[in-house]
Structures are given as structure tokens and as C-alpha cells.
């Protein structure tokens, strides 16, 4: 089964016995010390770590994880800011036990995948704290052979070498409902793309539209209205690796906050409408509001003013916090006729009327180069069909009866042509629209990605002999599939595309598979598809398969 979405699953600490803290590596407390506060890191020369197991995680096996993350509850307010470094790891085992005195979360083997937690600002008592993303970790534990659907898998915050003193503290379960850790977990079974800042010059924040701070003040970038000024960020990503036209599925910002906060602004986030976004210049020529944006765009409503005050979710210091999900925004991008995979994605932070002094707090890369930089995470499909003709066709307005399906290579280059160009041509020639019923494309248009051309009621452009415009559905391949015009080879996505329309367009319309053709097989003199593709014709006329 397909699941084209972005699913969320959340749970909490369920029992007191699945929590609870580790001293030294050789005492368990499944209750935390006697205030039932649980001590993670280096405190009084020792050395702790934590562990929350949760029951009925309800995730398939192999799914790609987009956002986990652990919370948990401080029990102390810390007096100043602290520098405590922590490491959170996963209980590599496909239906987690509880945790005992002889089976303490030392001696039970860890995920290969970790995560760093840096803490360097105050925490504060009863807010959450929230982890990094834990995706490869969760990916890593739900991908092996025994998992299954409601299993029970565990987490440990182990100290990361903090010095004497430096520890943070969270209740445990046992302290009562609503102080117990929460696991939360995003998932698709799709693809999972991850977009991070690759330098200093790719984030920043400008002020009052008029002035870029690429390093600013104090390594934060405030989003919102900080009392004296208008604040808004700009961050670029890279590494993305999405294919043109791919569908995008969910798309959200992470960014860490920078301080225990409890102010609200509202924010207007749109994507720079650039094929592959330009890095800031340091003398902010190319400053967000100088550029040209989105028509998608996503509010951030973080927090509103009721009867006079203030309310909504506070933010505590290095943990990380989420968008609204994006993925118009990125759609839009990824649309482009100059998207490439290895394109930068660019968005803006706009302000959107926040009250006097509603700000966040968000790390800058220059703060410890990136450690606490943003991040973009996008879930995404391959294969996605574009409805690209016009409504109204005036030439070639004829009837199309279709009996065979005729397949064409388009004798140019696979992964240098646009579907685009094909179809100007085809205009220009006088055919009113591109030749063919439906495009399969190359890399420049995304690999195996289905792009509609004429409606099928209408008659092709494609075969001329015996009105075989007439009488059949066209399919054309971006590539050149014959050995004197370049001999490329079609891609397993476009087969895959190929099989998939072959099937779908003969069951509706009752095509036996033997009339299943490749262009040169029909009077026509030419060499098209291809020696490279005619043959998986032909198996697909004797087997309904394209490859063995
Ligand atoms: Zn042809």
C-alpha cells in the first residue's frame, strides 16, 4: 500500500517502570533520585544518563522518518547559563525491554545513529524541552527485521563529556501525569530530503527591510518585532537533492531558539523565486525584501493576544521547534524550469504584524559554525503526473479512436531536453499542441516523470500511415534510444513510468497488450524508438512486462 502523506504519531511515558536515570553506569533509579527528578549529565562526580522506553509505537517498518523527537519536563531553573553536552541514542532492539537493575541502558546495545544536544542557555521549570530531529535513529530502529507496528522502543540521553557541575534535570514518570516524557514521531514512506545552511553567507537577518546582518549581534536572528525594530530572516539551503516535479508531500522548517522564550510573533514565510538561490552578499544587495518571492506562502501564527495577554507555546533554550508545513512553498520551487537537484532552496522569515515585542530568538550559523543552524526537511514522491495542455486545441480538433498504443523516443538528448522545448517546437511546426498524448521525461523535467500532453480524444500528431493518428494513444520517451543518434539507454524510472501508463491506459480503454507498438513497427519509415527501447516493447507484448 502507497501512504502519500506525511503521518504523526505521539506518545507518552506510559508506566513509571519505563523510565529513569543511570548513575555511573552502574546504578539504575527507575524513579529518578527522591524528588523523582532524573539528572542527565555531570553532577556531584557523577556521571548520569536517562532512558525513556514507549510502548505501542505505532510506525510500519521502513518508514522514512521526517521529525522525532524526545520532550521532556525540566525539574530545576537554572541559575545561569549552562554547557552541558548530552548525546541521544536509541536501545537497538526490535521490541525494547524494560529497563532494570541487571539490564540498565549501559549494557543494552545502542543505535549506530546518535544525536548531539548542546544545551548553553537557561532552562526553565515546567517548560518542555524539546531534542534535535531524531530521524536516522528512529529510522534506524524501525528498519530492522523484527519490528513491527506497536512495538516498544526506548531512547537514552547519555552525558557527552560536560564538565564537573554541568548537568540538566527533567522529571520522571512517577512524578505524576503531564511530567512524563513525550515521543513524538512524523513519518512517510516515501522519500525524506534533509536542507542545511552550508555557510555563513546563507543565513541572516534584515532589518526593517533596509539593513542584512549576515553575523548578526549577539550570533541570533530575532523573527518578529523586538520593540525597536522589524526583524526578519532569510536562510538558503542546500544538499536537497530532489528531482524536478517531484511531488512534494510535507516540507517544514526546524530551527533551534536560542533562550527560554515566551513571546509571540507572527510570521509570513515565502521561498525566493530562484531557479537555485543566490547566497546573501555580505553588503546585502540581494537582502530578502530586494528579492523576487514565492506566490505560496505559509503564516506562522506562534502565539495570540487573549483578553490583553499573551498566550501560546513557549520556547526553551536549544531546543528545536517546527514550521507550518511548506510545501506549496517548495512545490513551487522544485516546479521551475530551472530546478536541478543540486539546486539552494532560499526562504524568508517575514514579519506579519506582530505586537510590539514579540519576537523569537533563532541561532545564526556563525554561532559554533552550525551547529544550531536551521535545517529543511522535505518528504516527497517520485512519480507524479503534470497536466500541462491547454484546454482548447484549435488545430487537429478531431476525434481519436484509439486501438493501439504507439511509443516514440523523442531523438534528443534524455537528460538535456525540457518538455517544454519539445512542445514549443511542435506548436510552431503547426500541430497546435506537442505531438504526443503523454511525455515521459528526462532528468531536466525529473526522471520518469509523466507529463500530460493532448487529450487522448484528440488525434495525434505522431504516426501518419494508415490514419494511425486516428487510432492510437502516443507515447513519447525523452532520450535518443538508437544506437546512430546517440545510443542512449531509458532509465529505470521512465520504464517504470512506462509500464505503469501502458497498463493503466489499455485497462481503460480495452487495448489488448499485442497492440502495444513501437513507432517504427508501424509503416512509418523510421528507426524510432530505438534499438535501446524496441525491445522492451516487445517483451511487454508477450509478457504485459517491460523487463524480465
Ligand atoms: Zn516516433
Known sequence: MTMNHVAKFKTTVAQSTDDGREQDATTWNGNGNASNVITIGNSGGSVYSAAFRFRGVDIPRNAKIVLARLKIRPAVTDSSDPDVKLIVKGIKEANTKVFSQSSRPSQRTKTVNSVAWHIIKKWEVHEWAQTPNLQLLIEEIVAQSGWKPGNALALVIEDNGSSSGQAETCYDKIKGDGYQAELEVWYTMKNVSVGTIAGNDRDGV????????????????????????????????????????????????????????????????????????????????????????????????????????????????????ESPDLREIVQEIVDREGWTPSSRLGVVLENRSSWDGQYKLIWDYVKNTGEFAAKLIVA?????????????????????????????????????????????????????????????????????????????????????????????????????????????????????????????????????????????????????????????????????????
Not at 523523442?410 to 518538455?419: K, Q, V
Not at 502516443?474 to 532509465?491: K, V, Y
Request: charged share 20%.
Open 206 to 321: 534584515e532589518i526593517n527591510k533596509t539593513t542584512w546582518q549576515g553575523s548578526p549581534t549577539g550570533n541570533v536572528i530575532t523573527l518578529g518585532d523586538d520593540g525597536a525594530d522589524i526583524n526578519e530572516g532569510g536562510l538558503i539551503f542546500s544538499a536537497l537533492s530532489i528531482p524536478r516535479h517531484a511531488n512534494i508531500i510535507g516540507a517544514y522548517l526546524m530551527i533551534t531558539q536560542a533562550d527560554q522564550n515566551n513571546r509571540f510573533p507572527n510570521l509570513l514565510i515565502k521561498g525566493f523565486a530562484e531557479d537555485d538561490a543566490a547566497v546573501f552578499a555580505s553588503d546585502g544587495s540581494n537582502r530578502p525584501s530586494t528579492r523576487q518571492k514565492t506566490k505560496a506562502q505559509a503564516e506562522w501564527t506562534i502565539g495570540e493576544s487573549a483578553a490583553g495577554v499573551f498566550v501560546g507555546l513557549h520556547w526553551t533554550a536549544n531546543s528545536v521547534y
Open 380 to 548: 516527497w514522491d517520485t512519480i507524479r503526473t503534470i497536466y500541462s495542455a491547454q484546454k482548447d486545441i484549435l488545430k487537429f480538433d478531431k476525434s481519436n479512436y484509439p486501438e493501439y498504443i504507439i511509443v516514440h523516443h523523442s531523438a534528443t538528448p534524455r537528460d538535456s531536453t525540457h518538455f517544454s522545448t519539445i512542445r514549443n517546437n511542435h506548436i510552431g511546426i503547426g500541430w497546435g499542441d506537442v505531438a504526443y498524448h503523454h511525455w515521459i521525461a528526462g532528468a531536466l523535467d525529473g526522471l520518469g516523470v509523466h507529463i500530460v500532453g493532448r487529450p487522448e480524444n484528440k488525434i495525434g500528431a505522431h504516426a501518419d500511415t494508415q490514419k494511425m493518428n486516428y487510432r492510437s494513444i502516443g507515447i513519447a520517451l525523452c532520450g535518443t534510444f538508437h544506437p546512430s543518434g546517440g545510443g542512449e539507454q531509458p532509465s529505470a524510472e521512465q520504464l517504470a513510468t512506462l509500464q505503469e501508463l501502458l497498463d493503466k491506459v489499455r485497462k481503460e480503454r480495452g487495448i489488448p497488450k499485442e497492440r502495444v507498438l513501437g513507432h517504427r513497427e508501424t509503416p512509418d519509415a523510421t528507426n524510432c524508438p530505438g534499438d535501446n527501447l524496441l525491445p522492451y516493447i516487445e517483451r511487454y507484448r508477450s509478457t504485459g512486462k517491460l523487463l524480465p
